[in-house]
């Protein structure tokens, strides 16, 4: 009889994953602040709907005004993921965002879209900003 394998880290980072589909996603910035946000309400639409588990969301934000330490502003849907916190890694696709936070508990966001090319290559822009990839100054890599 072989004996089955010890749990491993692998079934802790699933428990400490959230998964979701985003109907939009958006890339802006304003002066020294950068934002992602991936949403499945219209950002359009400026009725005042109440996000919550029927409604997931990320919302990535940093700021280049003050000394950050290189910390982002992570807002979800799920209070357990709110909170400054460094990247530890992201991994983009024109159909995936894979983010990692650099801590131990709810420390894994993925985020399944469908975006065009243009919109990717913003996205994909603003992301290396907030990320530190790339210079907010530029936009090139550091």
């Known amino acids: 009889m072989i004996a089955a394998p010890p749990f491993t ?12 589909r985003a109907k939009y996603v958006s890339a ?3 002066g020294d602040y950068y934002q992602v946000a991936f949403e499945n309400t219209d950002p359009a639409d400026n009725a005042a709907d109440v996000g919550g588990p029927d409604s ?3 919302l990535i934000q940093r700021q ?26 992201t991994e983009l696709t024109p159909s995936r965002l894979l983010l ?6 709810n420390n894994r966001i993925e985020v399944i879209f469908d975006i065009g090319q243009s919109e990717f290559e913003e996205v994909q822009r603003v992301i290396g900003i907030i990320s530190g990839k790339s210079s907010p100054d530029d936009g090139h890599a550091l």
């Not at 880290?9 to 979701?20: G, K, Q, Y």
């Not at 280049?64 to 990247?87: A, K, S």
């Open 56 to 58: 997931p969301y990320l």
């Open 28 to 30: 802006s910035e304003n």
């Open 100 to 105: 990692e936070i650099a801590r131990n508990r």
């Open 64 to 89: 280049f005004e003050d000394p950050d330490g290189g910390l982002c502003y992570v807002e979800t849907h799920d209070e357990g993921y709110i909170g400054h916190f460094r990247l530890r890694s």
């Open 9 to 20: 880290n692998t079934l802790e980072c699933d428990i400490n994953a959230m998964r979701f």
